[in-house]
């Protein structure tokens, strides 16, 4: 057995299954397509799952990956045990209704044992029970001693997921300890102890299960590997752990030269180390394809990753934001891997600082809340902290778990871990119920997802709006269908179709589907699972059939509008990218007759010159009436021309480039206009945040901005005459009137505090004695905020020796100020706590130091209430 770099690894794994006449296919992004089971891409074969449940056509029988993946289940253990990561990469070779175990086992053999030379001694296989087929094969068609084969259950050999297909597998092990083993019971010993490792599961998609322990076999079985390259890389290096092979030690040791630790030499240390190598790691990937921090769903995942590896930070003393530097270590180490890191660095680097910079204000919020929880325990005399204060903490304002152990053991106190992990398991829940469930390969069980796979709708509408076709399937909600009469909705799928299906941000087609006999409306149009363009449609005449020659219709004025919209989004992005920097691409769009939305990475809000010259590019480019042309080309060939890509999207090998002259070039199924001219006019009426990191504009096309202009032209045109002024004079004139307006809000103030200040003996003549203290209480209407506080300030001064309370009402709101001389505070006064109950009976809250506080009130009609009951509640208060 040779050493073998991870990356030798992943290439040798490839290329053998390339010569077994396997299509090498790039990783999916970690964001799951039309699987809404997931939140991230967990392994090598979900995003496959289209191709195993035959709703689509693979592009080969035989397919070879090498998959990035995401794991959270386990994060705990990340960083303290030798094989917890949140990502990995899942090696796989996968057949879909082609070879069978025949084949895969004598294969995998060959691998491991003429490519990688691993030692036939050391290697150990593992089969299902039952399964006679398996073991034949490794004894005839392998050289493995059957003493080294050992048959286990369902638990450890069989894959199933509910109901669907499932099927036996067969895992291979690799003896590193080199512990003898003997019988099944010395190797699970051995196994659990991970002296001996398992690599490579070859699951034999063999069964269709109902769920309830009945098996029926499938016409055509599957084969579905996982070899976890991370593992695979520990043995061929002889390593102890994950974190030793070279491209991880490579990033670890670049940590440990930024913080200033040297790793092995302090258990702690090291177990942050790791930490922080895995998690950036792992949002390097998450933030190359296009995931954006954010406190739900993957987004959640991504923004807790990076904050533990931040907190981990700290615990190595980093006080400063430093994560953005372990970017660079993360792309060195992958980009042979995954090319597209070294193009989107410098958007990682700046959305990691961005994310890292908030969490430091985290921390030091959270350390505020944590203090007034703690204060709040050890006053009432507990030894506990409430779990569910330290899941808010955690949850809301991302502090970890530890950290809060850490801090309140300091004070004498633990968390309430039953309380913490029940919030966590109703967060769990929550999270679980969020995600639709779906069947073992995540297809909706609906008939439109149900299309053979063989079938073929092809699109011929980037040129046309009408055509004939012939009507292949229909469906309704509850089953397929021939017939679909009056009244009835469904869907409907055609061999060839003008309407575009719903699809990179634009809206799918409107219109109509006509025969002799029929007309029915068409509502919009998707494509299903299986990528198959559905029309939905109702039925408003006649009676529509299956295998029928149908007229397909699409809303020309509706589509031409998509189209002003849609080529105006591509314009959008080249001023962006010319005004702000080249760092602007595209995060997301969605564009219909009504206007166009546009999400973009950029860092800050754009200022009103930035727009003003987004705005005049892009129409300089339309009146420059510049030709749209569209390419088909190689995708290599168009990234090379310098075509524009979506920032997390995959592509086939032959793409669609959008041309608007020389200007803007992108690759874009969409539709589009013949010439810029026709967008007519474009116009921004929007520019905002939607996450961290991205930005929104929203702009309009055509008569659609023609519209906005007119409707801000006539509301302009009415304040003019509201005002009295011309057009031109309009902000003179509001100016004007404003320091008019200051003026006499000053004359109303002053007037408020003589007429205050003149009510001072009446308001004196409350004073009342309780318990030997001055206790002033009173109602005084009109007056509030400034005046309130310095009337209340003028009694404490004339009273002496006392407290005052007074309530006021102005403009629908209820107001409460509490002073106190120092000399009674000793005697149990403390104004915040007064105001506090004053407030409470007007529904209102607030509070203060024991000299001064302020309070709100909402119910008016009980101010009188809370104003006579002052006296009773400083009775209380006195000792």
């Known amino acids: ?76 253990n990340v960083g303290k045990t030798s094989r917890h990561g949140t990502f990995f990469e899942m090696l796989g070779n996968f057949s879909f209704g082609d070879y069978f175990k025949n084949e895969v086992i004598p294969w995998a053999w060959e691998y491991i044992t003429e490519v990688l030379k691993l030692p036939k001694d050391k290697l150990f296989v593992t089969i299902y029970l039952d399964d006679d087929e398996a073991y034949d094969i490794w004894t005839s068609k392998t050289d493995i001693k059957p003493s080294q084969i050992f048959r286990l259950g369902k638990e450890d050999n069989f894959w199933e997921h509910g109901s669907g297909p499932c099927g036996p597998c067969t895992e291979i092990h690799y003896n590193k300890a080199g512990v003898k083993v003997n019988n099944v019971d010395e190797f699970v010993i051995a196994s659990d102890n991970d002296e001996i490792i398992e690599f490579w599961n070859l699951v034999f998609t063999q069964f269709d299960g109902d769920g309830e322990g009945n098996y029926e076999r499938l016409a055509n079985p599957n084969i579905d590997t996982g070899m976890g390259l991370e593992r695979m890389a520990t043995i061929m290096q002889n390593v102890d752990n994950i974190f030793e092979i070279d491209i991880v030690r490579n990033i670890l040791d670049g940590i440990c030269k930024i913080v200033g630790k040297e790793y092995g030499k302090n258990d702690k240390d090291d177990v942050s180390l790791r930490i922080i190598t895995d998690h ?25 990753l990076l904050r533990r590896a931040a907190r981990h930070g700290r615990v190595l003393g980093m006080k400063d934001e430093f994560l953005y530097k372990v970017v660079d270590l993360v792309v060195e180490n992958y980009k042979e891997g995954y090319p597209e890191l070294v193009e989107k660095a410098d958007y990682i680097r700046k959305m990691i600082t961005i994310e890292e910079k908030k969490f430091n204000e985290t921390i030091d919020t959270g350390m505020d809340i944590l203090k007034d929880y703690m204060d709040k325990a050890v006053s009432e005399g507990k030894t506990i902290l409430d779990g569910k204060d330290a899941f808010k903490l955690y949850d809301t304002y991302g502090f970890p778990l530890e950290l809060t152990e850490e801090i309140v053991e300091e004070k004498g106190l633990k968390v309430d871990m039953e309380q913490f992990n029940k919030a966590m398991q109703e967060q769990r829940e929550r999270a679980r119920g969020a995600r639709e469930k779906t069947s073992y390969m995540g297809a909706d069980e609906v008939p439109m997802n149900k299309v053979d796979a063989s079938l073929s709708t092809v699109f011929d509408g980037y040129d046309k709006t009408e055509l004939t076709s012939i009507v292949t399937v229909m469906a309704t909600d509850e089953d397929f269908t021939k017939t679909l009469t009056a009244g009835q909705s469904g869907y409907v799928f055609t061999e060839v179709t003008p309407f575009y299906a719903e699809m990179g941000g634009q809206v799918g087609d409107t219109g109509m589907i006509i025969t002799d006999n029929c007309k029915a409306k068409v509502t919009n149009c998707k494509k299903n699972v299986g990528g198959k363009i559905t029309h939905f449609v109702t039925v408003t005449e006649g009676t529509l059939n299956e295998g029928e020659s149908v007229k397909l219709i699409v809303d020309e004025k509706r589509r031409k509008d998509i189209c002003k919209n849609h080529t105006a989004t591509h314009m959008v992005q080249e001023a962006l990218r010319e005004v702000l920097g080249e760092h602007v691409h595209q995060s997301g769009s969605y564009v219909d007759e009504n206007g166009m939305r546009f999400d973009f990475t950029h860092f800050s809000a754009l200022t009103e010159e930035e727009i003003k010259r987004v705005e005049e590019i892009v129409n300089s480019n339309i009146m420059d009436v510049y030709n749209v042309e569209t390419k088909v080309m190689n995708i290599e060939e168009a990234k090379k021309t310098g075509a524009m890509a979506l920032f997390d999207d995959k592509y086939s090998d032959d793409v669609r480039v959008v041309c608007v002259g020389d200007y803007s070039k992108e690759l874009c199924g969409g539709t589009h206009v013949k010439n810029s001219g026709e967008i007519g006019l474009f116009k921004i009426i929007s520019e905002s945040g939607v996450a961290a990191g991205v930005r929104r504009i929203e702009a309009l096309t055509g008569f659609g901005a023609m519209n906005f202009v007119n409707s801000k032209e006539k509301e302009l045109k009415s304040i003019s005459s509201s005002l009295r002024c011309a057009e031109g004079d309009i902000v003179k004139k509001i100016e004007q009137q404003l320091n008019e307006l200051k003026m006499k809000d000053k004359e109303i103030l002053e007037l408020k505090n003589k007429i205050a200040s003149g009510s001072e003996n009446d308001i004196l003549n409350n004073i009342k004695e309780v318990e030997g203290i001055k206790v002033l209480a009173a109602r005084v209407d009109d007056v509030d905020g400034n005046a309130l506080r310095d009337l209340c300030d003028k009694l404490r001064n004339k009273i002496g020796s006392g407290v005052v309370v007074l309530g006021g009402a102005a403009h629908g709101k209820v107001s409460f100020v509490s002073m106190a001389t120092k000399d009674i505070l000793s005697k149990g006064i403390h104004c915040g706590k007064i105001i506090k109950d004053v407030a409470a009976i007007t529904g209102g809250g607030g509070g203060g130091r024991p000299d001064m506080a302020q309070a709100g009130g909402k119910d008016i009609a009980k101010l009188d209430e809370a104003v006579s009951k002052v006296d009773e509640i400083v009775k209380k208060l006195i000792k």
Request: net charge positive; hydrophobic share 30%; proline share 6%.
């Open 1 to 76: 057995m040779n050493y073998m770099k991870t990356s030798e690894i992943r290439e040798s794994y490839l290329s053998f299954f390339e010569s077994k006449g396997h299509l090498r296919m790039k990783s999916f992004s970690l964001v799951p397509k039309n699987d809404k089971s997931l939140l991230l891409i967990n392994a090598g074969m979900a995003p496959l799952k289209p191709y195993f449940t035959g709703v689509e056509e693979p592009p080969r029988r035989r397919v070879t990956t090498c998959q990035k993946c995401i794991r959270t289940g386990d994060i705990e």
């Open 280 to 304: 950036v790691k792992s949002v390097s990937m998450m933030l190359c394809d296009g995931i954006q921090p954010s406190n739900e769903g993957r987004g959640y995942v991504l923004r807790r």
